[in-house]
């Protein structure tokens, strides 16, 4: 019985086995992004270190396909709309990473949260390489509403 399944490179595949480049995926781009000396660092080039210091973890950077030194380019920032009573927040990404998991969190008071693993419907290709997926609030807005994007990367 298998008891997973991931991408791989041989053909028909190799089921439950580990597949080296599957789970190294955020660390080849780190090695794209970061010498030696930094990637020894966490708080610099690990998957929650913020190299740049924008507010946003690299694993954000990693999701956008973008050098984590530079700002998070604006069209990947998440972005929130308000759709017939409930918030719907729009999360930029690109399309290869097979190692991550976008989900969105809405909560009404910053502190619990209830998380969205599924997005609505077919997510937007812009024909670049990235899409958008769209996560739709669990709850009308009542007075306030707040959601957060999430990305996880799946352990190796
Ligand atoms: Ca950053």
Request: net charge negative; charged share 25%; aromatic share 10%.
């Amino acid at each position: 019985m298998v008891s997973g399944w991931a991408l791989s490179r041989q053909e028909g595949g190799n089921p439950n086995a580990a597949d080296v480049v599957f789970a190294s995926q955020f660390e080849g781009w780190q090695r794209e992004h970061f010498n030696e000396e930094q990637i020894a660092q966490t708080g610099v080039s690990g998957p929650l270190g913020d190299a740049d210091g924008d507010g946003f973890e690299n694993l954000w950077s990693y999701a956008a396909g973008q050098d984590p030194w530079k700002n998070l380019r604006a069209e990947f920032l998440p972005r929130a709309e308000m759709h017939a009573g409930r918030l719907r927040l729009f999360v930029r990404v690109r399309v290869d990473a097979v190692d991550l998991q976008i989900a969105a969190d809405f909560g009404e008071d910053l502190v619990s949260w209830s998380r969205v693993d599924q997005a609505m419907g077919a997510p937007v290709d812009h024909g670049d390489g990235t899409q958008t997926l769209v996560f739709e609030d669990v709850a009308e807005g009542g007075v306030r509403r707040f959601g957060r994007g999430q990305v996880i990367l799946s352990s190796p």
